[in-house]
């Protein structure tokens, strides 16, 4: 039956152009299937990841670090984040205020040393973690201040390689500030730069001594962060505070990396004004801002502040 089936089929080369025909008719829309099914499919290979516009909606995670000589309103601002409020109080200073900000969630923790302040930020992103599993809503963890905690570092490193020495005896030698470094940024600063909270650290105005020393043309140290100087500190505000002719704090956004614009003399400064500033220059960068005179001209807040293009933040890359 099979060889008279085919002996059948050599009839002519029309049959088998119409079989073709029919074969080519019927595979097209499986072609145009295919097409629309490759489209489904390249969406399919990151079933984890948001698209743009989801993005584009959630709730912004804000680091902040702020600097400034003592007084000057860095623990205020800590208490002005978003609650609950977790600090970790290496100054033992925030209870000095804490009065202010009853109406607040806060806990407050004061370590004496490194290994404490570890164990209390621990303790802190964990609570955070299981608020924000319950309530969806971002909660804040504050270091007051990142200055000590450096210090503290120190001492770590001389308690583990120097043991049984004084540390005023000890001489830290060059090769020993990546472990000093090493102590600071992986065993207890990297849990700040991967937690999904907001984070608000401080640190204490310093003159720079070495750029005087290295730098004949200056007759002045200038201003810097207390800590390690070429540390990069992972925030999206660096955000100075100093006092202005009245005695009232005043600050400049000093770096970025949410807008090209920064605001400079906002007074009293607290984080809803931050955010604030933030949202209007966002705004005005979308709609065109190119330089600061647009920027001047199409802002409409009350806040009375000057606009800056310029990243004046010198130290911190």
């Known amino acids: 039956m099979g060889w008279s089936d085919d002996s059948s089929s050599d009839n002519g080369d029309s049959g088998e152009n119409e079989t073709r025909a029919e074969d080519e008719n019927e595979q097209e829309p499986e072609t145009e299937d295919m097409t629309e099914d490759n489209s489904t499919d390249l969406s399919s290979l990151a079933p984890n990841a948001m698209d743009v516009n989801e993005a584009s909606e959630r709730e912004s995670q804000h680091k902040i670090m702020c600097w400034s000589d003592e007084g000057q309103g860095k623990t205020h601002f800590g208490y002005t984040m978003p609650d609950p409020i977790c600090f970790i109080d290496t100054e033992n200073k925030a209870d000095d205020i804490a009065h202010k900000f009853q109406d607040k969630e806060v806990y407050i923790w004061q370590p004496s040393d490194f290994d404490e302040a570890c164990q209390h930020r621990d303790e802190a992103l964990n609570f955070l973690s299981e608020y924000m599993e319950q309530t969806g809503d971002r909660g804040t963890i504050v270091v007051d201040s990142m200055a000590v905690m450096w210090e503290w570092s120190q001492y770590k490193f001389i308690e583990e390689w120097y043991p049984n020495t004084p540390p005023e005896d000890v001489n830290i030698e060059l090769q020993d ?66 006092l202005n002719g009245n005695g009232v704090p005043v600050g400049d956004l000093q770096k970025s990396g949410l807008t090209r614009f920064k605001y400079m003399g906002l007074e009293r400064p607290t984080y809803d004004k931050h955010i604030d500033l933030l949202d209007e220059i966002q705004r005005m960068e979308s709609e065109g801002a190119d330089n600061v005179g647009d920027v001047n001209e199409m802002y409409s807040l009350d806040y009375n502040v000057d606009f800056t293009e310029a990243n004046t933040m010198r130290y911190l890359d």
Do not use: M, Q
């Open 177 to 242: 500030w990546p472990k000093i470094k090493e102590y600071h940024n992986k065993h207890f600063r990297k849990p700040f730069e991967s937690c999904d909270f907001h984070v608000y650290w401080t640190s204490t105005r310093k003159d720079d001594v070495g750029e005087v020393i290295s730098n004949d043309n200056i007759d002045k140290a200038p201003d810097k962060p207390g800590g390690e100087k070429d540390n990069v500190y992972k925030v999206n505000s660096i955000v100075r505070l100093y």
